[in-house]
């Protein structure tokens, strides 16, 4: 049992620190106690998996999993919270929605995607799902006199529900399959009695159900609507955090499945075919978008795809690459969403017109946000260009030269409305007089984007670590 709890000791942390953040926060009501709180707790939750980094095993009768894979996946998580509430506060000061409440349900839904990356049980799996997608309802929905926000909480929920809904659906139809609902006891009786018809449409409702958290094509729809209706650093939260776990969930239940899912035609034929129409939806549809908050909508929609391409690639090269994808992924597009809602929190609006100029007043955002944009677009020196090498390589590696070559020409479409940012803030003049200041959280971004310059010219070291998570991932 002490093992059990070492094991869990991330998990087991976040929870306390949710309860602690509950109780806090209503016996004081004070949102800068527990915004400051959930910082302490962010570096508790981290300083505890590094503590237990180097443990493997299952725990609480192998309901959960501890792994290199989701110890790694933890801090992505944790990342991105952290940086999400270092920047949060002008926004949240501006739109008059500063309640404590909105740092507690960012811990919960953390705490809903560390069960998604560690679940050794679909059951396990269900409840972190939904534990990370209701609190990110709630997020959706803060500005609660907005009619915007509401729209884009409404249709979270109903479209996330109907989700959940195939997924439950999906796992239902597994257990039939196999009387399990362990994720390596299904793989046992799979090798003992082989794969049924009813596993295979099990297994593609699950699918159905991860696919549309990571915004996949066909299941993207609500994506642009909910990025623009919802705050715009609840849309940076959820457009990573949420993406990472559901890859994470993704590539626990494919190297689970490996023995029957690797060389299956069916199966890569029909992650390869959602990654590339996931990655020419995404990039056209970015083209012809006037808001940037859309245009970051539809361009998740296209890193979803490139991430596809390693899952389609599949084996510890392509999972490799798609977990080194989700770190940087992260950064950039949190850093992207971040400068968004500050300069929406100095009157700004977020159409393209709306950054002109801003280079002449605010040389530093103006600077980070290049360097977004330019690794969103995958050039190099940047981590967003090792990201796209190495899904990419995965691809040919695995005999899908082809996938690497859309997944390029669609990279080459998605620079022109980068670029686009890049020359409305740069080389033209404000239509209005602009009074951006320079605050704590411009600071925060431009040590976040120095992290995506030095992971692109320095990627060696976590490369390794995403390998050696992944290989220790494989091991029974």
Known sequence: MLHDFLLSLPILTTTLWVVLLIVIEALLQRHIITKYLSLVGFAVVAASTVYVFSEQGFAFSEMVRASTISHFANFVFLLSGAIVTLISDRYLEEERIWFGEYYVMMFISILGMMLMASAANMAVLFIGLETMSIALYILAGLMRRDRRSNEAAMKYFLLGSFASGFFLYGIALIYGATGELALHRITEVLQLRGTSPLFWIGLSLLMIGLFFK???????????????????????????????????????????????????????????????????????????????????????????????????????????????????????????????????????????????????????????????????????????????????????????????????????????????????????????????????????????????????????????????????????
Do not use: C
Request: net charge neutral.
């Open 214 to 476: 990571i915004s996949a094509v066909p299941f993207h729809q609500w994506t642009p609507d909910v990025y623009q209706g919802a705050p715009t650093p609840a849309a940076a939260f959820m457009s990573t955090g949420a993406k990472a776990a559901a890859f994470a969930a993704i590539i626990s239940v494919a190297s689970n499945f490996a023995a029957q899912l690797q060389g299956n035609l069916n199966w890569s034929s029909a992650v390869a075919i959602i990654a590339v129409a996931s990655m020419i939806v995404g990039n056209v549809a970015a083209l012809v978008q006037e808001e940037l908050k859309r245009m970051l909508a539809y361009s998740s929609i296209a890193h979803a795809g490139y991430m596809l391409v390693g899952i389609a690639a599949g084996g510890a090269e392509g999972f490799s690459a798609v977990i080194y994808y989700t770190l940087v992924y992260t950064l950039m597009n949190i850093g992207a969403f971040s400068v968004v809602a500050l300069l929406e929190a100095e009157g700004l609006g977020t159409s393209y017109s709306d950054y002109a100029g801003v280079f002449k007043k605010s040389p530093l955002l103006a600077g980070v946000m290049a360097i977004f944009m330019l690794s969103l677009a995958g050039l190099p020196p940047l981590a967003g260009f090792i990201g796209k090498y190495k899904v990419f390589a995965a691809a040919i590696s695995a005999g899908m030269t082809w996938l690497a070559l859309i997944g390029v020409l669609a990279s080459a479409i998605s620079a022109y409305y980068y670029l686009r940012v890049m020359v409305s803030m740069f080389m033209r003049e404000p239509d209005q007089p602009l009074n951006l200041r320079t605050s704590g959280s411009a600071l925060t971004l431009a040590l976040v984007a120095l992290a995506i310059v030095l992971l692109g010219i320095f990627p060696t070291e976590i490369l390794k670590l995403t390998s050696k998570a992944i290989e220790l991932g494989f091991a029974p």
